[in-house]
């Protein structure tokens, strides 16, 4: 158990376009979810907290009008890069806990390139 | 905010030998997770282990929370074992994880 699934894992867009990326915890109901970014060959940096219903807690730094998360349900959050740039190329991924303790599952992840 | 160190960040090994990998956290911590990331990215976790001691397969971990380290320890390492080991770790009442650096470990045939 405790699967996290991410869609797409990779998408290349045009710069000036947004785009949606998916989390789903696929065999638990997830208290909170989190999106983390990860450039080549470095550690994971936390950008967001969501819970199911209100609204994310951004990590200092984190533009909110740029990256917008919605925590939908307990099992689906989606990340979206409004107006995407170059910059914003990076691996994304996300995570979930199931809330009986601190453990984080984390998703396949999601390449995004910025043309 | 809490600190973490990883070392080494780099090892290479012959297929079939044992190494430890090291983790230091500069607060108490509530959640420490050590991951093996894949070559694709997966994050994959191989141990949910705030203090205590921990076996799985050819892989243990063991946490001294009062002395503020992790180790992983690997044995009979094989080829596969090759990638990033991550340690992240939460503190207080927070659910957010601080990663180290990682190890990248190599393990030729």
């Known amino acids: 158990g405790a699967v996290v699934s991410q869609h797409p894992s990779r998408v290349i867009c045009k710069s000036g376009t947004s785009v949606k990326i998916e989390c789903r915890s696929l065999d638990f109901q997830a208290t909170t979810m989190f999106w983390y970014r990860q450039f080549p060959k470095k550690s994971l940096m936390l950008m967001a907290t969501?819970?199911?219903?209100?609204?994310?807690?951004?990590e200092q730094g984190v533009e909110k009008d740029k990256f917008l998360i919605n925590h939908a349900s307990l099992t689906l959050s989606t990340l979206t890069v409004t107006s995407a740039h170059p910059e914003d190329s990076s691996f994304y991924i996300c995570s979930a806990d199931r809330g009986t303790s601190y453990e984080q599952y984390f998703g396949p992840g999601t390449r995004l390139t910025v043309t | 905010g809490i600190q973490v160190e990883q070392s080494p960040p780099d090892l290479i090994l012959q297929e079939g030998a044992n190494s430890t990998l090291r983790c230091n956290f500069s607060d108490s911590v509530n959640n420490l997770q050590w991951f093996h990331q894949n070559p694709w990215g997966q994050l994959i976790n191989l141990f949910y282990i705030p203090s205590g001691t921990k076996q799985n397969g050819r892989l243990s971990a063991t946490t001294v929370a009062t002395e503020r380290y992790s180790l992983l320890y690997i044995s009979s390492s094989q080829t596969t074992d090759s990638g990033v080991y991550f340690c992240a770790v939460g503190q207080g009442g927070s659910e957010k994880l601080v990663f180290g650096k990682g190890t990248k470990l190599t393990v030729n045939p």
């Open positions: 969501s819970n199911e219903g209100s609204k994310a807690t951004y």
